[in-house]
C-alpha cells in the first residue's frame, strides 16, 4: 500500500503560476505510475496527468497540455507544476498512484489516493 499526501495547493490570480507536490509513503514510490487528477464542486474527477515509474513517460489531459508538466523528484516525491492558471483550474487536485495500468484517464484505474489539496484561480 501507498500513502499519499498532496501540498502546495493555495489560492492565486489567473495567469499565475503554482507547483503542487505529492510524498509518497509505505512502498517503494519508484515502482508504481504517479498521476494527478482534480474534481471541483458537483463536477466529476478529472484526469490531469500520470508519469511512468522512471519519469520517462508523461501524458496529460487536453486541457492542461501545453501550461502543466508532471515530474517525479527522487523516489518518493512527484510535482505538477501549473502554470497559466485559468480560474477553470479551480479545484481539489489528488495525487493518484497504481502498480501499472493502460488507460490513465479512468480513476478507477488507481489504487491510492491523496486527501487532495485545493487550487483557487481568480479572475
Known amino acids: 500500500q501507498v500513502q499519499l499526501v498532496e501540498s502546495g495547493g493555495g489560492s492565486v490570480q489567473a495567469g499565475d503560476s503554482l507547483r503542487l507536490s505529492c510524498a509518497a509513503s509505505?512502498?517503494?514510490?519508484?515502482?508504481?505510475?504517479m498521476g494527478w487528477f482534480r474534481q471541483a464542486p458537483g463536477k466529476e474527477r478529472q484526469f490531469v496527468a500520470h508519469i511512468n515509474y522512471y519519469g520517462t513517460v508523461t501524458g496529460y489531459a487536453d486541457s492542461v497540455k501545453g501550461r502543466f508538466t508532471i515530474s517525479r523528484g527522487g523516489k518518493d516525491t512527484v510535482y505538477l507544476q501549473m502554470d497559466s492558471l485559468e480560474p477553470e483550474d479551480t479545484a481539489v487536485y489528488y495525487c493518484v498512484a497504481v502498480p501499472s495500468g493502460s488507460d490513465y484517464s479512468q480513476p478507477s484505474l488507481w489504487r491510492s489516493w491523496g486527501q487532495g489539496t485545493q487550487v483557487t484561480v481568480s479572475s
Open positions: 509505505g512502498r517503494p514510490f519508484s515502482a508504481y505510475v
